[in-house]
């Protein structure tokens, strides 16, 4: 399995920026998929996850991204989408897309199979 992020760069506080994850090498639909960042000087942190169909999705418990991230997925084109409105200085990490084939909505890297690379996101004040 190989998971190839995008999306990220560099933007400011209240733009908005949409990841993609490409998944290939296994079945996309056997896979729950899951977005975790990690900030400089941080432990790697859940943002969003989603169901092997697109039909459940979960997000981090806190406030911190609720209401703005939208996490997604299109299975015919083997790719999972995060898309990130109001962003915050805050948000700033690397963003990471992971593939699980026996949790769904897993929030821990341990649930998680395979990793992508990681997108830098940057969010200016």
């Known amino acids: 399995v190989q998971l190839q992020a995008s999306g990220g760069g560099l933007v400011q506080a209240g733009g908005s920026l949409r990841l993609s994850c490409a998944f290939s090498g296994r079945p996309f639909s056997n896979y729950a998929m899951g977005w975790f960042r990690q900030a400089p000087g941080k432990e790697r942190e859940f943002v969003a996850a989603i169901s092997r169909s697109g039909g459940s999705t979960y997000y981090a418990d806190s406030d911190s991204v609720k209401g703005r991230f939208t996490i997604s997925r299109d299975n015919a084109k083997n790719t999972v989408y995060l898309q990130m409105n109001i962003l915050r200085p805050e948000d700033t990490a690397v963003y990471y897309c992971?593939?699980?084939?026996?949790?769904?909505?897993?929030?821990?890297?341990?649930?998680?199979?395979?990793w992508g690379q990681g997108t830098l996101v940057t969010v200016s004040s």
């Open positions: 992971a593939a699980g084939k026996y949790y769904t909505g897993g929030s821990h890297p341990d649930h998680y199979d395979y």
